[in-house]
């Protein structure tokens, strides 16, 4: 389903925006490949000189997060401080240790002392949703040191240091720097008579397209027609809410139509973000229609449409989370499962196994596969074998387009 995982606030500290990354040597510029799974940007980080670790690129986060607290050990980390950090969902702030000593690398890039916060408990348990062990976040302080371009149908990205020549293609639009995150303006069409402008985060660390957490200081009003969704986790919890449409999004001169839009409950997204400083976030399903210059030096972001730029918004047409067993790649289990949803009315029960899709078995299929076919089209039969307790049963999943 949907990740969440922006709006992370330190209670206790505050970090300077001057620590940055540099290069070794000469380099000025560096290219790489990264991996793309539910539109969420994966790469390799070395930290205190051990790893590869698989870090989340996140745009809605400022320190280094470490959501897998079992590296603590491997780092000879000493004389952790305590604090609470505060963010999206239904439960209450959580607890995490702060440190600067953690140096960091990625590629030829690196930066020591990076100001980082480490879960004491990995309630993202991203590893699962994303289907390789993923160790945390990785955002303001990467963007602050570069000029970076993102090609996502190349799942390629290259990072150039501020005063390096880098050609910048496709549509400025102005980014506007508040509490280490970049803000960028939208346009919003309900209906055909209606256009609002919002002040959105630029959030690519979140899988959907847009979520509207508050306008005018209260919750968003819904669309006509909602479906009640589960949409993911944030720093404090699950988040619950609906999904609907906007009948069409303005970004700067590109408008998209029919977009999937998030509502996540009030008390659970809007009425702890700061609803005065912002409407929502802009995730990657929809920023991924570009290649992306991000540089936060001077306060701009490019556009440039890619071969992406006509797909359409689907959401899931089954109705229930799918993810992975921790420690076991391959061994798939069943989440939340939604009212009323194509899943419920299968007689598909939380925590049944996966065992076969089409009698294919799921060991053929990574997590992006799974999550593709769930969104198939609208009365596409699948066949599901299951194994729930000691048994082992088949289910047919009718898939609906329910938004």
Known sequence: MILIMSVIQLL????????????????????????????????????????PYSFILDTGVNP???TDASIIDSLNLKSLRTTKLAGLGEGNDIEAYLTNQI?????????????????????????SHVGIRIYGLLGFYFFNSFTVKIKYPAKRMTFALPDTKLKKKGERLPLEMISNKPYVQLFISPTDDEKT?????????????????????????????????NL??????????????????????????????????????????????????????????????????????????????????????????????????NVYFVGRIEPDSPAEQAGILTNDQLLSLNFKPVTDYDLDDIDQMLKAGDGKRIILQLGREDKMLYKILILKRRI
């Open 232 to 329: 993911g986790i944030g720093f404090a919890g699950l988040i619950s809410g609906h999904i609907g449409r906007m009948n069409r999004v303005d970004i700067g001169r590109f408008t998209f139509k029919d977009v999937l839009a998030s509502f996540p409950d009030f008390t659970q997204a809007g009425a702890k973000t700061g609803v005065s400083v912002r409407n929502g976030n802009i995730g990657s399903n929809l920023l991924k229609h570009f290649d992306l210059t991000i540089d936060y030096t001077n306060g701009e972001i490019y556009l440039k449409p890619n071969s992406y730029a006509n797909a359409t918004f689907e959401h899931d047409m089954s109705g229930m989370e799918v993810y992975v067993q921790q420690g076991n790649p």
């Open 64 to 66: 280094l997060i470490i």
């Open 103 to 127: 140096n960091v690398r990625l590629e030829s890039a690196s930066m020591e002392k990076m100001p980082t916060a480490i879960l004491k408990e990995d309630i993202f348990n991203l590893s």
């Open 197 to 229: 402008e919002l002040k959105m985060i630029l959030d690519i660390g979140a899988s959907h397209a847009i979520s509207l957490e508050a306008y005018q200081g209260k919750p968003f009003p819904l669309p006509a027609k909602t479906i009640k969704a």
């Open 12 to 51: 206790t500290t505050s970090y300077s925006r001057a620590q940055r990354f540099t290069f070794e040597g000469d380099r000025k510029k560096q290219s790489m490949n990264f991996v793309l799974i539910k539109n969420l940007i994966i790469v390799p980080l070395y930290i205190n000189g051990k790893g």
